[in-house]
């Protein structure tokens, strides 16, 4: 992809790592899908899967790269991260 080329490796890094987390969110949905689990254990997978596809857009289209990179982590780390925790069942869930 010519628009990967042309970013600095800082950039590709993030974008990577979008994918990373839109392919695992989409995983995560399948495999709940498969199971047959409730819908409400997908919800969460459902807004990751649109902030990657909005960041990446920013990402490839914005101007302020740093500042969307920087919102997005933040947004990994104190919002999606501890909201999945705190939404998980644990070892009581139906997974299991």
């Not at 740093?66 to 997974?95: E, H, K, M």
């Amino acid at each position: 992809m010519k628009i990967l080329e042309s970013l600095e490796v800082k950039e590709r890094i993030f974008i990577y790592y979008l994918l990373f987390f839109f392919v695992t969110a989409l995983l995560a949905i399948l495999s709940n899908i498969i199971n047959r689990l409730f819908m409400v254990y997908n919800y969460k997978w459902i807004i990751v899967c649109v902030l990657c596809v909005l960041f990446f857009y920013l990402e490839i289209f914005s101007k302020k790269k740093q500042i969307i990179q920087r919102i997005c982590i933040y947004l990994t780390v104190f919002v999606l991260i501890p909201g999945c925790w705190l939404n998980s069942p644990g070892i009581d869930g139906p997974a299991i």
